[in-house]
């Protein structure tokens, strides 16, 4: 029998523990920075709203039926609605996007985890906003820590891996995610405090429809995938340990309004500190190391705040990179000899491998491009804005053309009403929207 979470707040939890990571914290204020602010905050919550909500039920719905790791659980739905196993190609493709992502995820946990080192070492104390980039920028440039970083953190990942995923998860999640909850209101107290929240406001909200470029629109919809953990199967996954009786649509519910919300949260925050100091909005990844630091510097038990924000952040990090290499593993241990210490060593070594191209990418390799590129850019570029909606889409597909109405009805357990309200976003609006955003690829293929 396979095991399952202990109750529905342990799917919930674990679930949105996967959502909540980097991609709210490090991701969302960068990326908002770089791709014009309020236009990017936008598209991003039109997309979660009508794009990964309905496709995060469907997800849960998949691998709730499934029962099995994607491969095998797409292969199983297939067989049962009488299609090609060709669908099986979804769980492949989530498990190679997975293995992509760490790859990079690790690494810029690896950066989490150092600077909460600094920042128990009091190295934040005072430190004004130029001293803040030197420092980030002497960081980056250094291989050799960035590379012990990301070898911790690959081993804190595949520790948990090779144990499974239900056992410790559970507990850990339910102290920590609070935890990260009320330190980041902490910090929005203090930039309402001192930070310039009037600009902060302004630059996420004011409607300013002149930077919503292509490519602006095609990185939002992407991160909305990449923030929800949606379309590589790491949903479905989870949902397939979740039991019969549990209702999907509020799980689902809750889940993304959380995700969403930390991410506001982080970007007003970040902003107001970023326009009280002058800085500049369109730093790129480096943006919160180069921010938060001057915050922490300057408030009253700085330092305390300061390492408890890094090791919440690591935390999260660390949840949802067991969420993104739980396909691989999965499939290895439920089709191959291999035991899942084997698959998580073989796993965690190939992506450990990879994270060294990225994390040489920052440095000595910065110069080698694809397409203008950096090895960092193009994984980030072809995982969020390629694999991840390309994978939702096909879920999509499958469970409103392929899967028999009847079962997925029976799954989603919704009224009347509100399943045909799903039926209709998934049928039409989310694969739309996604092909559409897909035709605007000129922003990342620069030779289309
Ligand atoms: N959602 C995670 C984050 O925001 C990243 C992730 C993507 C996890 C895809 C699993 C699958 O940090």
Request: hydrophobic share 55%; glycine share 10%.
């Amino acid at each position: 029998m396979r095991s399952h979470w202990s109750n529905r707040w342990a799917f919930i939890m674990a679930t949105a523990g996967s959502a909540v990571g980097l991609g709210n914290i490090w991701k969302f204020p960068y990326m908002a920075g770089t791709s014009g602010g309020s236009a990017f905050v936008l598209v991003y919550l039109l997309c979660v709203a009508l794009i990964g909500l309905p496709l995060m039920m469907t997800e849960v719905m998949l691998g709730r039926r499934a029962q099995k790791n994607p491969v095998d659980g797409m292969a199983h739905l297939a067989a049962e609605a009488g299609a090609t196993q060709v669908w099986k190609g979804i769980g492949y493709l989530g498990i190679a996007a997975g293995i992509l992502i760490l790859s990079f995820y690790s690494v810029v946990a690896g950066w989490v985890l150092a600077y909460g080192m600094r920042a128990a070492a009091g190295g934040f104390a005072g430190m004004a906003a130029d001293q803040a980039q030197q420092q980030f920028a002497a960081f980056l440039g250094n291989p050799v820590e960035l590379l012990l970083w990301h070898s911790v953190f690959m081993f804190l990942t595949m520790a948990v891996v090779a144990r499974g995923v239900t056992s410790g998860l559970e507990r850990a999640n339910r102290i920590m995610m609070p935890g990260l909850m009320i330190i980041l209101l902490i910090l929005l107290g203090y930039s309402l405090a001192v930070g310039d929240i009037r600009r902060s406001l302004e630059f996420m909200f004011r409607p300013d429809f002149s930077s919503i470029t292509p490519a602006a629109v095609l990185s939002a919809m992407g991160h909305s995938f990449f923030t929800l953990s949606l379309g590589m199967g790491a949903v479905m996954v989870y949902g397939s340990y979740l039991q019969r009786h549990v209702s999907i649509a509020r799980a689902s519910f809750y889940i993304v309004l959380t995700d969403t919300a930390i991410a506001l949260v982080a970007g007003v925050t970040i902003f107001a500190i970023v326009f009280a100091n002058g800085m500049e909005p369109a730093a790129g990844p480096g943006l919160i190391f180069q921010t938060l630091p001057i915050a922490f510097g300057q408030m009253p038990a700085g330092t305390l705040f300061a390492t408890l924000f890094f090791v919440l952040v690591a935390f999260a990090a660390w949840t949802s990179s067991i969420s993104l290499v739980e396909p691989a593993v999965s499939w290895l241990v439920e089709n191959t000899r291999f035991r899942r210490r084997q698959a998580a060593l073989l796993v965690g070594g190939t992506i450990w491998l990879l994270g060294l191209a990225v994390l040489l990418s920052f440095n000595v390799w910065s110069e080698i491009k694809l397409f203008g590129l950096t090895i960092f850019e193009q994984l980030d570029k072809l995982t969020t804005n390629v694999m991840l909606p390309l994978g939702g889409l096909l879920m999509a597909l499958f469970a409103v053309w392929v899967m028999r109405a009847a079962h997925a009805q029976e799954e989603l357990a919704l009224n009347d009403r509100h399943y045909r309200r799903w039926l209709f976003v998934t049928r039409y609006v989310a694969p739309a929207a996604i092909v559409l955003v897909f035709l605007n690829l000129a922003g990342w293929l620069p030779f289309v």
